[in-house]
């Protein structure tokens, strides 16, 4: 639970604020259980962060007791400090270490995006407009670019935030809004200079008539393949028709045959008898 005694850090403020920036305001309870800022915050409660926007959200003039020895000030005063206090300081107190060279960003300087929930830097806001551009015009694809594809780009070039995917997701649907950007599906592009737009090429319809081509080309391949098999068998049929014709002909033709022979012997006898009754000799019939 919070402490009201304890006084707020730079460290802690910072993880307020960078909290802030990645759950929105308002979420103190995802904040505090983000691993990334749970070290920080552990000293404090929902209310402790609730008090604690608030104050930083007010104007300086009217700030409270409670925020008169922020960090904050002491950064933006740092170089009026008298250089023996910081040489000399007060045996119970920890010198003043100096600003890093990024300002920190000051509450009022961050704008919450209605649709996402992040709270972006408004006075980087420009900034990150042209590192979105600067990546559109060096992968120059003509069917637009991916979130993924941008990030990729960006994030190895410019020093951006730990949440800078989705501060960019929402700039990428703010400039498309605001007819800066062409939006494709999830792809994003910027817009053709002399306002004739090229027509995307649809690969989803090629696809499909590709697909209906080769089934319409397996259909014809099966119908071609049945009606051969039909024919071939067909051709068989008539192939063991006339065999069996050819066959009872052949078996005709020995019949014919032997008929032809018997015949023969039977004109040799008649021939024989003729000859004897001829010639006057007596002929016996069995």
């Known amino acids: 639970m919070g402490n009201q005694k304890l006084k707020w850090t730079g460290e802690e403020e910072e993880a307020l604020l960078a909290g802030i920036g990645k759950h929105g305001p308002g979420k103190w309870k995802n904040i505090l259980r983000d691993p990334e800022f749970a070290d920080q915050l552990i000293h404090r409660s929902n209310i402790d962060l609730k008090d604690k926007w608030r104050n930083l959200s007010v104007a300086p003039g009217t700030q409270g007791s409670t925020n008169k020895a922020r960090p904050t000030k002491v950064k933006e005063e740092g170089p009026a400090v008298a250089t023996d206090d910081i040489t000399n300081p007060p045996p119970n107190t920890i010198p003043t270490i100096p600003p890093p060279p990024n300002r920190r960003i000051l509450p009022s300087e961050l704008i919450p995006d209605e649709k996402s ?90 696809h499909t008539k590709l697909r209906q081509a080769n089934n319409q080309a397996s259909a014809i391949s099966l119908q071609m393949i049945e009606e051969a098999a039909i024919t071939a068998a067909c051709k068989v049929v008539e192939a063991e028709n006339k065999i069996d014709v050819a066959k009872l002909a052949a078996e005709e033709f020995e019949k014919m045959t032997k008929l032809a022979e018997e015949t023969g012997k039977l004109l040799l006898i008649a021939n024989e008898m003729h000859e004897q009754c001829s010639g006057g000799e007596p002929m016996l019939l069995a």
């Open 117 to 206: 929930n992040i709270v972006v830097d408004a006075k980087n806001v420009p900034r990150y407009d042209g590192m979105i551009f600067e990546a559109l015009s060096a992968l120059a694809d003509g069917n637009g670019s991916d979130v993924s594809s941008i990030f990729h780009f960006i994030e190895p070039r410019h020093e951006v935030p730990p949440n800078f995917r989705r501060i960019l997701s929402t700039r990428l649907r703010r400039l498309a809004a605001q007819s800066k950007l062409e939006k494709l599906q999830n792809f994003y592009k910027i817009p053709d200079p002399s306002g004739t737009k090229k027509p995307a090429p649809k690969t989803k319809e090629t």
